[in-house]
């Protein structure tokens, strides 16, 4: 199934950032803009794998930065450095980089990247979030990675927080897109399950409405810049 644990770090990476990044989107004047912070907890489904590996590689906290555009996420852990991933909703492209690396990964959002099981928006199945009960949506797929059996995430969102429906047709990496027609709006909570390897929930903690600076969402221009493989 796996080789080592060394070579689980890209494969990994990517789908904790995925999927506790897109708790947080694009805004507009009618849409959110700002800063959301995230306490995030992890346990191990694999025997083989400790759960404080998991803690090692993705630390138990993120930071996600919206505008309409643009959004990334930052994350700090003593296995990976600063991890920061920049969405670019316009140009249907993702950027990965980390503070151990003279690299930074691109990778298409336009893509599908598996084979879609279910999307299932949950109406009755609802969790006490932010002052009141909030509906879900769960997506299961069958990721490209062998690895990886698949990946199920259930995510809770808050209407008063609202997306741009338009700019996510296009999200197919992960399907994301298919949250966001159901949605319209950030999520709160992720509940994300990647077999055989680990579970991940993230839990908005502060949503802080303000004015984003362009410079904060730009990566380092002098890193090296090339096509990643796909790591699901």
Not at 3 to 31: C, D, G, P, R
Not at 60 to 80: Q, R
């Amino acid at each position: 199934m796996m080789k080592t644990l060394a070579n689980l770090l890209t494969s990994i990476a990517f789908i904790f950032a995925f999927f506790q990044l897109n708790a947080v989107a694009q805004n507009s004047s009618e849409y959110f803009e700002g800063e959301v912070t995230f306490s995030v907890e992890h346990e191990s489904i694999n025997s083989e794998i400790p759960t404080d590996y998991f803690y090692y590689l993705f630390g138990n906290s993120m930071t996600g930065i919206v505008t309409e555009k643009k959004y990334k996420t930052i994350t700090k852990s003593l296995g990976l450095g600063i991890s920061t991933t920049y969405y670019d909703l316009e140009n249907k492209k993702v950027y990965m980089e980390s503070s151990e690396s003279d690299t930074i990964r691109w990778y298409p959002l336009d893509e599908e990247n598996g084979e879609l099981i279910s999307v299932q928006r949950n109406k009755e199945e609802k969790k006490f979030l932010f002052d009141g009960l909030r509906e879900s949506v769960t997506i299961e797929y069958i990721p490209n990675n062998p690895n990886i059996e698949r990946i199920v995430g259930t995510f809770y969102f808050h209407p008063d927080y609202k997306l741009n429906k338009e700019l996510y047709a296009n999200h197919k990496y992960s399907f994301w897109n298919l949250f966001i027609n159901e949605s319209g709006s950030i999520s709160i909570r992720n509940e994300s399950y990647i077999y055989p390897l680990f579970k991940s929930i993230a839990q908005v903690t502060n949503i802080e409405e303000r004015e984003v600076l362009d410079s904060e969402l730009e990566f380092d221009k002098t890193k090296i810049l090339v096509r990643g493989e796909d790591p699901f």
